[in-house]
């Protein structure tokens, strides 16, 4: 997991390097609050942070104030760190935005739980994230087959009653035949639309990636 850290004393900040790299993490180190909101304004910033309270530049509160206003920020976990210990204190970086917190000169292993506890969040997050997603995907889906459905059984049917009606030799026919073809190829896609189970997709064109019915259906 990338991790952004900001703190501007050297040892303080260079511990915080070591433990999190020790236990697998890719850390982003900032040396002051300028330098961290230039880094977390970005969409493509860390999703946790561990940020000092006093530092040169923005300090702690301005700075979570700032990132909660921001549209990535607002799924960010930031952990507090403070050599304040007062409750008021706290309370104060707490409501200006920050997650959680932790005392300076910090304990490893506390240091390891909150960040956990964050990465459990953050997971916690991405899952409702995909939840909703997936809803509105599936009632989008849905609706759009019984709109469709209307008007491609009036197709098949006009096809269907025309062939019936046309003789073997009718020079018309491949064209009825070829409307059957294609508004029963959009019915079994109509189907699967109605029985998503997951979202799968595939590449389109330019980078683009569309919705592939035959691997999300639960057919």
């Not at 009606?165 to 491949?174: A, G, I, M, S, V």
Request: proline share 5%.
């Amino acid at each position: 997991m990338e991790v952004l850290i900001a703190e501007d004393e050297p040892i303080s900040r260079r511990l915080l390097e070591v433990n999190l790299e020790k236990w697998g993490h890719v850390v982003v180190a900032c040396n002051d609050g300028d330098e961290a909101w230039e880094r977390m304004k970005t969409p493509d910033t860390p999703r946790i942070a561990i940020l000092d309270w006093m530092m040169p530049g923005v300090e702690g509160p301005e700075l979570y104030s700032r990132v909660r206003q921001l549209d990535h920020g607002k799924l960010m976990h930031l952990i507090l760190l403070t050599a304040l210990e007062k409750p008021e204190d706290i309370v104060r970086g707490l409501e200006a935005g920050a997650n959680d917190y932790i005392t300076k000169p910090f304990e490893p292993l506390e240091l390891k739980a909150r960040f956990e506890v964050g990465l459990r969040v953050i997971e916690l997050q991405d899952k409702l994230i995909q939840a909703e997603k997936f809803r509105v995907l599936t009632q989008a889906a849905g609706a759009a087959a019984h709109e469709i459905n209307q008007p491609l059984t009036a197709l098949l049917g006009t096809a269907d009653l025309m062939l019936l009606k046309l003789p073997e030799d009718d020079p018309t026919r491949e064209a009825f035949e070829t409307l059957q073809v294609a508004g029963e190829r959009i019915s079994d896609i109509v189907k699967k639309m109605k029985t998503i189970r997951e979202v799968v997709t595939r590449p389109y064109i330019q980078g683009i990636e569309i919705i592939d019915f035959e691997a999300s259906s639960g057919e």
